[in-house]
């Protein structure tokens, strides 16, 4: 009776493993197909566009006039490149030079004020930022603009650029932190046992570790940023042009797509284009993800 009982036992455990085992790999399976799922389901909504038009058209085409069924995505994907390599030339160095500063140079109360903070930032909701920079930003940017002698509303290329900029701040300021965090002090230990200052330390012992974090901090940064809508769509203008300065109104593909995607539903073409402009983002942010991975796997052969 007591050997059925522990066979029983056994048999039990035996199926609960194999049941846990069964679900861990459906769900890594989900999460392997998403990405693919979306990318055939964004082709397929945008199938009807590329039976009216090639894609080097649909791309490279200036031509914005949806009704007369012309569809040139240019001009957005413009406004969307220049919002967002601004905003993470501005993010960049602020998030580099902070996270150094909290993790080698302040004191441990510091960073544990600053990481309350910093998630604090990372939780406001988009709109806020966007109420702001209408509010300081657009005023200031039209200022600015007046010294250079630009006739600019502020509604600009640099006042999205700058609301985006702090958005990412935190989300890339807390990748960077855990990444310092993460070095052994024993590197830093004997980089300064050696004679050098701790400056030196940072630049060419703790930064040359941490590198590989840091491109991936930075990817995933201009991910996150390209794919910005309602703060973007409400300072930076959206005007469907092709701008040639930083004071210029732009009009960045996320803001394309939440103006015109509710009530253009019932225009197949349109929405087969608003489908092949969120077809884009996909391809450019996984573009960026891809070039990031493989700049640290270059980089780690290299050491």
């Known amino acids: ?7 029983n036992f056994k048999v039990r455990r035996t199926l609960r493993e194999n049941l846990s085992a069964f679900w861990m790999k459906c769900c890594y399976l989900l999460i392997l197909a998403m990405p693919f ?3 055939i389901g964004l082709l397929l909504k945008s199938s009807l566009l590329f039976g009216e038009h090639s894609l080097m058209e649909l791309i490279f085409s200036s031509e914005w006039k949806p009704l007369s069924g012309k569809f040139g995505f240019f001009p957005f994907i413009i406004s969307s490149l220049w919002v967002t390599f601004i905003s993470i030339a501005i993010a960049a160095p602020v998030c580099l030079l902070t996270a150094i500063y909290l993790t080698q140079y302040a004191k441990r109360f510091v ?32 200022k600015v603009a007046g010294w250079f002698n630009v006739s600019s509303s502020g509604y600009s290329i640099l006042t999205g650029a700058i609301v985006l900029a702090v958005m990412i701040i935190p989300f890339v300021l807390n990748i960077l932190i855990e990444v310092y965090k993460t070095i052994p002090i024993e590197l830093s230990e004997a980089s300064l046992s050696l004679g050098a200052t701790k400056w030196e330390t ?5 930064t040359r570790k941490a590198y590989p974090g840091i491109i991936s901090s930075f990817g995933l940064g201009v991910s996150r940023a390209f794919g910005e809508t309602i703060a973007v ?12 300065g930083i004071f210029q109104a732009g009009y960045p593909l996320p803001a394309l797509i939440a103006n015109n995607y509710g009530e253009m539903l019932s225009i197949p073409l349109y929405d087969s284009a608003l489908m092949f402009a969120a077809l884009i983002l996909f391809v450019v942010v996984t573009f960026f993800n891809m070039g990031s991975r493989y700049i640290i796997m270059h980089y780690e052969k290299k050491i």
Do not use: T
Not at 1 to 7: D, T
Not at 113 to 137: E, T
């Open 1 to 7: 009776m007591r050997s059925f009982s522990i066979l």
């Open 37 to 39: 799922i979306l990318l």
């Open 111 to 142: 960073l544990k004020i600053m990481q309350p903070v910093i998630d604090i930032l990372a939780g406001i909701p988009s709109v806020i930022y966007g109420v702001w920079g209408i509010i300081i930003i657009v005023p200031f940017v039209s």
């Open 202 to 206: 940072i630049k060419k012992v703790l």
């Open 233 to 244: 769509l409400m300072v930076v203008g959206n005007v469907v042009q092709i701008p040639s």
